[in-house]
């Protein structure tokens, strides 16, 4: 926009400079020269002035580039010379014969072996036995008829009545003679008096099977001990 104004102004100026200089030369000349119509005088050449086109900006320069880092210069150290080693020629030195020491046998000592003497076995004394207490006949049957009374209660918390005794009207009482040791544990078992049913009886034997029994009485924890214990089973 600046350039487009200052070329308007200065083709404005030349203009006006050439009239001027035109008009002062016509004035010159009337006055100089007498009898010279102006009429008669022909028009002045017009001055054509051209001007150039603004010459384009020159682009402007690149950016210089920075200048790249001066990489320092590797010097490899200097090899060092091998030192040359003086060469030393071995010398045979004569030795002096030397006889040999004289060989002196000696028999070798036999280290005696130790004897091994076994302790003399410690004998234990043996322990004198333990008076048994003395039990009496009638106490052993009155401890068998006690414990035959809790197996008895026992086994009758399990008692199941079989249908047809039931309904048939089956009763009786079935006699079990147990062995058994001194914890309680049954070692045999059989049918001591049988109800005349047989229903019956083998309904006892299951009975037993689901009985936990008590620890017997202290009397009878010595040895294995039989009981009969009877099973009754009643219509009510």
């Known amino acids: 926009m600046a350039i487009s104004s200052q070329l308007s102004f200065s083709r404005d100026n030349a203009f006006a400079w050439a009239l001027a200089i035109s008009i002062a030369l016509h004035t010159l000349a009337a006055i ?31 950016a210089p580039k920075p200048p790249e880092p001066v990489k320092p210069k590797v ?27 004289p060989v ?8 005696a072996q130790p004897t091994f003497v076994a302790p003399a076995p410690v004998v234990a004394k043996p322990e004198p036995p333990k008076p048994t207490p003395t039990v009496s006949q009638a106490d052993l049957d009155s401890a068998r008829n006690q414990y035959g009374s809790a197996l008895s209660r026992e086994i009758a918390k399990h008692i199941n009545y079989p249908g047809i005794a039931k309904m048939r009207g089956w ?10 040791d001194g914890n309680g544990k049954i070692l045999s078992q059989k049918i001591h008096t049988t109800s005349g049913f047989e229903v019956l009886d083998k309904q006892a034997l299951e009975m ?29």
């Open 171 to 180: 009763q009786g009482v079935v006699e079990i003679d147990f062995q058994l």
């Open 208 to 236: 037993v099977k689901k009985s936990n029994f008590p620890i017997p009485p202290e009397v009878l924890k010595s040895s294995a001990f039989n009981v009969t214990v009877p099973v009754s089973f009643r219509l009510e």
């Open 104 to 111: 002196i046998a000696v028999a070798p000592k036999v280290e």
């Open 32 to 62: 100089g020269i007498p009898g010279i119509s102006f009429e008669k005088m022909a028009k002045p050449p017009e001055l054509i002035i051209e001007l150039a086109p603004p010459k384009p900006e020159p682009p402007a320069p690149p």
């Open 75 to 101: 010097v490899p150290p200097p090899k060092a010379k091998p030192i040359p080693q003086p060469i030393v020629k071995p010398v045979n030195i004569p030795q002096p014969i030397s006889e040999p020491p």
